[in-house]
DNA sequence: TATGAATGAGGATTCATTCAT
DNA sequence: CATGAATGAATCCTCATTCAT
């Protein structure tokens, strides 16, 4: 291959990814239905016709955008609990990599939550329920280890007790994503632990 | 006032409850921007030209309907939350107004949570924020009490625990809608009830 | 026939003329394309329906309110032009007529000038364009007697004159419906025979 | 600069041109209100879609119309009244001028015309009356000094001969747009002329 | 590949007209 | 006759997508 089909590639993919954060600023901005595709070409500095060289259509392009968050999400979410050991630690790395993600990805983030029913594809949907679940039945194995060590309550429903995790994380972050500048998300962190494992009643 | 005049004002307030009924419905399964006026006028059987006899445009006719749930919930919440005496009552009977209120509107409940950042006026977005932070401070004041009679653990922002207690709601309600038939919302009242007092970690 | 009846039938003609009345006005204010037949119920105190028993469209409606102010200028000007017997006292008389006529239906005149051409249907055309033929052709004749009388000039043609004449009382009318405050129609009443008995040159 | 994106720019300027061209036919065929968006793209051989490319609305398009026939004709205008220097031919040049204008947008003249009053926005009312204005300006100025110097008759007001001159040539315009075949407009010309300087009286 | 003008199906909205009461 | 709710054809406008250069 010649040298310069190499710097072509490299140029190509270098083009492809500055039209997906130009795509995921504006869908963040302003939703999936009211951006257009000239919206995301202008911010991209690309014309149209570019977009549709990578992208097949506008759907396409949400798509690859989103399957690229969540394929990042679940990388990390992925190594972060393969060396984790204890349950109670699980939750915190979970967590902690969420915020994380959650912190660089904020615009799509909001995306992610709020037209998850309605707008996706049913492949998306798959795909994202894939991860979800992915993480659900490690952390259910979790659970149940955490129940069998006398850890955690025995009356409460492994599954349930994602559904609570991921509730309160997303809450808090669709707390914060709403009125940024009243919460900080990252002191949420401790906040969301202790709910999570005591509660609020006084013990 | 002639008798006819009555029947006709009252054939045209059923009408407008049709046409709502038919919104909720449609809207509630295809999302907003992919639900066009003549689909909800096809579902109410009445023609385009009727719907624009009753509501200004399409965005009008969402807005009144989601105005009304709020004002629907609102009353609700206003009322048990008003003969409440106890803290840990009050989040019993909160609770269950809100899961009685999904029951109801399930549909339309979805997009409540889902577009509610993106796409909406801002008027309507005032008169959701107005309720919530109603039921919030009602909340806090409990928990206040709560904190002050020991019932409650002192290390929780008021504020923080009114946001923990929504997202489990939500959490379990958005789970609900999203797959009806695995869970059955109103067995997850307890569990709901029981992680937010007290936590996953056995005592 | 019962006296019932004859007070039937004359409440029916109080109600057309009701109804031509605030079409006139309504009319008059948006032009007949921006008036909805609405609009002229709603200010002649009908329903839509009503309007519709007496006149069977909105362009009938129209149609017949300009036939009456056309009929209504004919008979007088018929009336006028009758005893007239020298060409200079014709063309006073005439001018009289049509700027007391404008004064009476401010608010139509201008559409009669203004949509003439292009919005009217086509009898109505005839229909205007027959009164003004008539009138011209009085005129003509008259023309020519105070040419053969050697009062006028003959190098013109009669038709011309005609032509000049109405133009120089349109445009004064016109003047005055743009700018009512600014111009008193009635003294441009002697402006306008000067002018066009002769013209602006000094003698 | 490439060599196409000088060709790509003629073109698009030529096809803004054609646009406007088919415009000026259907409206002055039709009027504002009975033109179609599709009507105009149809007789430009464009898809709606294009029209819009190149005007923000139908009313942009009218509008976009109207106000470059207005600087024509505003800058012939003063172009040939610069150059004048006596009174009698002030009038003949600007005369002229008005004539050969008609005879290049006859069509839209009659809107020009006949819609003036109802319907066009306030902007373009503005436009137009500037140009009224200034040419009325400059002939008041031209009648003052005939006056001064004797040629004129002192006792019509200088704004009223503007009025008389303006609405002689609207008036034969008039008929001629009317009645094309009939009246040849050049021929009036002259009759304007002697009508507006010497009126119909034998001297 | 990059461009951006052209396309046209799709959707919101209006309003003259009808008709059951 | 009077009413006014119901109708739906007509029309403006948008925007994802195509394609010639």
Redo the contacts between chains.
């Keep these: 291959m010649a040298p310069a089909a190499n710097r072509r590639e490299r140029e190509r993919k270098r083009h492809r990814e500055e039209i997906l954060e130009a795509a995921e600023a504006v869908f963040a901005e ?2 999936f ?2 951006t257009t595709v000239e919206d995301v070409a202008a911010r991209a500095e690309f014309s149209v016709g570019t977009l549709y060289n990578f992208f097949s259509s506008k759907e396409e392009l949400f798509t690859s955008l989103i399957e690229k968050r969540i394929e990042q999400l679940s990388t990390t979410v992925t190594e972060v609990l393969e060396e984790v050991k204890a349950p109670e630690e699980a939750v915190r790395v979970l967590l902690r990599s969420r915020i994380n993600h959650a912190f660089r990805h904020q615009g799509i983030i ?2 992610d ?7 996706h594809p049913l492949k998306m949907r798959q795909k994202m329920g894939a991860l979800r679940e992915q993480i659900q039945n490690r952390l259910i194995e979790f ?1 149940r280890e955490g129940m069998a060590s ?8 492994p599954f ?2 994602t ?2 995790l ?3 994380s ?3 972050l ?2 914060w ?2 009125n940024p500048k009243k919460v900080d998300l990252r002191d ?1 962190y401790e ?2 632990i ?10």
């Design positions: 302003k939703g239905h009211r909001s995306l939550l709020l037209e998850y029913l309605h707008d659970f006398g850890e955690f309550r025995s009356d409460l429903d349930d007790m559904i609570a991921e509730s309160l997303h809450g808090f669709f707390e994503l709403t949420k906040v969301i202790r709910l999570f494992f005591d509660g609020v009643r006084k013990r």
